[in-house]
């Protein structure tokens, strides 16, 4: 029988499709004539049987699937890192070491195939039971965890007490050996799946991981036969979303400040904050790298707060998103600022839409505003944009957006010479920003339409209209 | 009383819950026989009789609406308690079930896996019953016989707590534990305990441990010579 494992994006993500092969690998080792060899393990006096080597499940390995030394271990180590296989002597080094190191099956019950979930109440009743074995000596981690479900199931913990120590009582009927092994096992479960921190945990995006539906939970069992990790076996959806990261970062490359540094200079370096001042939000001239990134993209123009039906995007985001408390007098505020006929800075939005957003305005809620965003968005994306880049507004912006000079030189010089004073000039404190900002928003809603004056000029108006047919 | 009846029923609950939930960590390995299925089969049996028994005294119990405050508050804790135990089987039971038809015992036979557990199981299956032991009668395809049924008794219990849950409303959040961090480590009863965590008080009923008597044994042995070493020393001198 041949086999492929199908690695998501090349990595160490397995899907389900995959667990299902392990597992039917996991049973093949079992067959007592063809099977890993077996040996007891000494635990004091008693004697625990079915331990393995790491060396002979390797070797077996090899010769079942015909793969080379290399794969073989890695596959060892996912057979391990799931909790197929749990070692003994090394229990929170989750790797198949090839050597004499014992290692023991888990009990199908703990196999990750099932997807059961790990449940807090299971893990703190585990925890209970640790804490009666151990007569109270945890480690940290294990306190903490406790600690932490304690507080969170607080109205369990009857129950949680109750069933630890009655199913601690009854392991006790159990011989030893049986119960050196049942605790091992219990243990490499919840080391799998509540790892204890620093240890590489396998399952933070293990089974539970978003992928394709599609692509993986087709059972596919019948190919050709070798598994290899290397980059030919990649999915072509990780060329194509690589593809995708290349050109962003190839496009973005310039701005960004650490790839390709930052002109004028960089103010955690050289104490020159020129290069804030230059790109702040509501600033007259804008930056020529500033005014380049606007045509990447409409959702970078989209971001950038200056221009008029931008604002009236953000105010709507703002209005989503923001305070619910607030949502009247933002919703008044708005359309002062942009709905009103007349206002300061007016949106173009068809009549349909306005009448639908001026009734919601009545009763403001958080999403009154969506049907006239989207209309604006949409409007926006489609014809403004690529008018906009080609007119000449845009090329006149370009023209005049500034290219600042690097100021490198004589700072540097300052400040190599270690006694010399620096004259630090700090910025703006953020809350007279604000307090600008304020104000300027203020000078603009002095001059707009009061919200209930145009309802019922409209109400007026539907008036009139109903007025006038039977006539 | 009761409450007295029904916390008793509890407990007798809990432990088949535990024994079971032990049961069927073993299925599928080394230790799992025909005679374990049977056992499986007995204690899920025992386990569902008292759960109705339990749910009923605690559904007429908590519907009844003279119920001072206090004494219904302590009913809500037990049925906060009782809704674990459900949920606890119905996981375990469903769990068995995928893992016994996973690991049939039948011809002809996928090996099991080698985990390490070769023994046996009556006596977990016996505290469950609360019989001194377990007489065992399943055919060669006992495992086989009783899949449809385990099946049916699953969804059994599970329209068992959906049922309990439209009758009885209790909010769980609102309910507080009795029991603090750490009340595990106290022996004897459980209710009133109150101590953080970490106490490591444990009282040894029963016999004693062999090794301590030993080396209680030699310590004293030792004391004795010693002294005999000294009333000789005295003599002589």
Known sequence: ?471 | MAREECKALLDALNKTTACYHHLVLTVGGSADTQDLREELQKTRQKARELAVATGARLTVALRDRGLATEERAEFERLWVAFSGCLDLLEADMQRSLTLGAAFPLHAPRRPLVRTGVAGGSSAVAARALSARSLRHEAEGDFDVADLPELEREVLQVGKMIDDMEMKVNVPRWTVQARQAAGAELLSGASAGASSAGGISVQERAGPCDPNKALAATVFSAVLLVAVALALCVAKLS
């Open chain 1, 1 to 471: 029988m041949g086999w492929v494992l199908r690695w998501v994006d090349g990595k160490a993500g397995v899907s389900f499709c995959s667990v299902l092969q392990i597992e039917a690998l996991v049973k093949d080792m079992q067959n007592p004539e063809t099977g890993v060899r077996m040996q007891n393990q000494r635990v004091l006096v008693t004697s625990v049987p079915h331990a393995m080597t790491g060396g002979d499940v390797l070797q077996w390995i090899i010769q079942r699937l015909w793969i080379s030394n290399l794969e073989a271990q890695n596959l060892g180590n996912f057979i391990v890192k799931y909790g197929y296989i749990y070692p003994l002597q090394d229990p929170k080094n989750l790797i198949l070491k090839p050597d004499s190191s014992l290692y023991r099956f888990q009990t199908p019950y703990f196999w990750p195939t099932q997807q059961w979930p790990a449940e807090d109440t299971d893990y703190a009743i585990y925890l209970a039971k640790r804490n009666i074995k151990k007569k109270g000596i945890l480690e940290e981690y294990e306190k903490e965890n406790y600690d932490f479900l304690n507080k969170k199931i607080n109205y369990k913990w009857d129950f949680v007490i109750m069933q630890a120590k009655e199913q601690y009582r009854t392991g006790k009927e159990r011989n030893k050996a049986d119960r050196y092994a049942l605790d091992c096992q219990e243990k490499a479960y919840w080391l799998v799946h509540r790892s204890p921190p620093g240890m590489n945990n396998v399952l933070d995006y293990g089974l539970d991981r978003v992928t394709n539906p599609n692509e993986v939970k087709v059972n596919q069992l019948s190919f050709s036969c070798v598994c290899t990790l290397t980059v030919m076996e990649q999915n072509k959806r990780s060329l194509l979303s690589e593809k995708r990261i290349v050109k962003y970062s190839e496009q973005f490359s310039s701005n960004d400040a650490i790839m390709s540094g930052c002109l004028p200079s960089n103010p955690w370096i050289t104490d020159d904050t020129q290069f804030w001042d230059l790109n702040a939000k509501l600033v007259e001239v804008p930056t020529k790298m500033r005014v380049e990134r606007w045509a990447f993209n409409f959702s970078e123009l989209i971001r950038d707060p200056k221009g008029e039906n931008l604002g009236f995007w953000e105010a709507c985001e703002d209005l989503k998103y923001g305070d619910q408390s607030k949502v009247k007098e933002k919703a008044e505020e708005i359309y002062k600022l942009f709905l009103a006929p007349g206002a300061r800075r007016w949106i173009n939005i068809d009549g349909k839409t306005m009448d639908i957003t001026v009734k919601g305005l009545r009763h403001p809620h958080r999403y009154v505003l969506d049907a006239a965003q989207t209309h604006i968005y949409m409007l926006m994306k489609k014809d403004s944009y690529a008018r906009y880049l080609k007119s000449p507004i845009y090329k006149e912006m370009l023209a005049k957006a500034i290219e600042p000079q690097e100021t490198t030189k004589r700072r540097q010089v300052d400040s190599t010479l270690p006694f010399m004073r620096r004259h630090l000039r700090s910025s703006p404190s953020p809350v007279i920003l604000r307090q600008l900002e304020e104000e300027e928003k203020a000078r603009e809603a002095a001059n707009t339409v009061d919200i209930t004056q145009v309802m019922s000029k409209l109400d007026r108006r539907s008036l009139l209209k109903k007025e006038l047919p039977p006539k």
